[in-house]
Nanobody
Framework: QVQLVESGGGLVQAGGSLRLSCAAS????????MGWYRQAPGKQRELVAT???????DYAESVKARFTISRDNAKNTVYLQMNSLKPEDTAVYYC??????????????WGQGTQVTVSS
């Protein structure tokens, strides 16, 4: 079993910053790509940012130059530093990881989500 636990969400004013963390635990052999997605009320879940095991990153156009994704492979943790937050960034943010567990098939895992609310 593999678990992803997010933390760091909350309420912030427009222009402020938040840092999300997501720690993976369990019978992990290797973590491949990791990423953050978000889902606003009434909208589909959308990609925010991804990072490969080698550190290559990709971002949604709407967050480029404001958000930074990073990871600590020794801690099996991925981070999302969010700066210059806007009300339209309000959503539930989900961590995602492509994991090869020990003695099990490679699979995609999701965290439980953390709420980010940006007030105007």
């Amino acid at each position: 079993q593999v678990q992803l636990v997010e933390s760091g969400g909350g309420l912030v004013q427009a222009g402020g910053s938040l840092r999300l963390s997501c720690a993976a635990s369990g019978r992990i052999f290797r973590i491949n790509a990791m990423g953050w997605y978000r889902q606003a009320p009434g909208k589909q879940r959308e990609l925010v940012a991804t990072i490969t095991s080698g550190g290559s990153t990709d971002y949604a156009e709407s967050v480029k130059a404001r958000f930074t994704i990073s990871r600590d492979n020794a801690k099996n943790t991925v981070y999302l530093q969010m700066n210059s937050l806007k009300p339209e960034d309000t959503a539930v943010y989900y961590c995602n990881a492509d994991v090869t567990p020990i003695a099990a098939t490679r699979a995609n895992y999701w965290g439980q989500g953390t709420q980010v609310t940006v007030s105007s």
